[in-house]
């Protein structure tokens, strides 16, 4: 592998950039820019200019964690970082630092930077640089419309690009009309957000995700389990196949699962990033996401006569008022209200989310001693 290669694995100018102006810094050659490509407890594989090799993170970062003291450069690798390594050809190399992110799932500030808080950063930022989002469901269910309106929402929020991938189109009888809704839906969060039918049997509409797969992009799987993530990806891998396979193990049920995070690189030459943590995107709080796309919905609140406003009969109701005069589209209103109920239902079920509270009212009480001892 050579310098070039690094840009198959997705680095733009940027992160070259990025990385050279690190490796300036220091007075020795051994380090190199290389890109996470699977995370296994503490042990990481990178892609580097001299290949593959195993990577953990150098002792200092586990140090700045417990200060809380959560820099941008000190942020936990995951799957798709870019990073800079100290090479060591008779052990693992160090992770030095993980270069700026494009984009990234969830967000380290909105989770706090507690002391012992390391391990839930880890997992709720599970991958980042990613330039495209495919929002996967199967046709021959019935679509929760309100779950892909989630999944849109954070995609939103992550900084990539969302296309809804819906999948088993051989099951329907008529998956258009079915996309049709799945557009509809998208209509009243956001602009062009592109559809696609795909049966990942027949091959049907695969030929249309290609301009999404160029070489040096990289594509995240985002959708429950069994909507052909891992079939797509197959699908994709061709010469890849095997690699794909080989990570992949019965459980005790005998099905097929991802036993770690990974990223590939398919025969396209687009990089996928296929992570157990994404299926399980009920565990955000989309609620920045949602705010971001229906701030015009937000926007009306301010305007309602009582602050505390239910929106529901109160006199003076901005929102009221603008369903009346037809300002504001019920369904709009409709969709903020289904999104909100099920981010709040959603995110009281989320461990973070207890441990976030707890650790706000322990910066409360801290606050408050230190209050108590100025009087
Ligand atoms: P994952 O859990 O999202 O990775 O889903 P899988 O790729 O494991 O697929 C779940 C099941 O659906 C498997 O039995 C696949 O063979 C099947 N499947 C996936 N894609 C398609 C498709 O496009 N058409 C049909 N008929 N079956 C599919
Ligand atoms: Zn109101």
């Known amino acids: 592998m050579s310098k070039n290669n690094l840009i198959n694995y997705g680095f733009s100018g940027k992160e070259l950039f990025a990385a050279e102006e690190y490796i300036n810094t220091k007075n020795e050659d051994a380090y190199f820019p290389a890109r996470i490509i699977e995370e296994r407890r503490e042990q990481y594989r990178v892609v580097w200019e001299g290949g593959e090799t195993t990577a953990i993170i150098k002792g200092s970062f586990y140090k700045t ?11 936990y690798p995951v799957v798709g970082d870019f990073v800079v390594i100290k090479h060591n050809s ?25 002391a012992g808080y390391a391990k839930n950063v880890k997992e709720q ?36 690009m969302p296309v809804f991938v819906l999948t088993k189109a051989d099951l329907v009888e008529d998956p258009e009309a079915r996309a049709a809704e799945v557009s ?39 959708g429950s389990s069994g909507v052909g993530k891992s079939s797509l990806l197959n699908a994709l891998a061709d010469e890849y196949l095997m690699d794909v396979k080989a990570i992949r193990e019965d459980d005790s049920r005998g099905r097929h699962t991802t036993t770690y995070r990974q990223l590939f690189r398919i025969a396209s030459g687009a990089l996928v990033i296929d992570t ?38 109160e006199p003076g109701c901005a929102v009221l008022a603008a369903l009346e005069d037809g300002s504001l589209a019920p369904e709009k209103w409709e969709s903020y209200k289904a999104q909100m109920k ?34």
């Open 65 to 75: 964690l417990e200060e809380g003291d959560m820099h941008e450069e000190t942020l």
């Open 90 to 114: 008779s052990g693992p190399s160090l992770i030095e630092t993980v270069l700026p992110r494009r984009s990234q799932f969830s967000r380290v500030d909105f989770l706090g930077h507690a």
């Open 125 to 160: 930022v599970n991958s980042a640089n990613f330039d495209y989002i495919f929002i996967m469901s199967s046709l021959n269910y019935d679509l929760n419309l309100n779950r892909l309106a989630r999944y849109l929402t954070a995609s939103l929020q992550s900084g990539a």
């Open 184 to 222: 509809r839906m998208i209509a009243g969060i956001s602009t062009n957000v592109p559809v696609f039918c795909i049966s990942n049997k027949t091959g049907y509409g695969l030929e249309e995700l290609k301009p999404f797969l160029e070489p040096g992009k990289t594509v995240v799987f985002l």
């Open 276 to 313: 157990p943590g994404m299926r399980e995107l009920g565990l955000w709080d989309a609620k920045e996401g949602i705010s971001l796309a229906f701030s015009d919905v937000e926007e009306l609140f301010t305007s309602c006569r009582f602050n505390d406003c239910s929106h529901t009969n």
């Open 342 to 375: 099920e981010n709040a239902f959603v995110t009281s079920h989320s461990e973070y989310l207890r441990k976030k509270q707890a650790f706000q009212k322990s910066l409360a009480i801290h606050s408050k001693s230190r209050r108590n001892k100025h009087e």
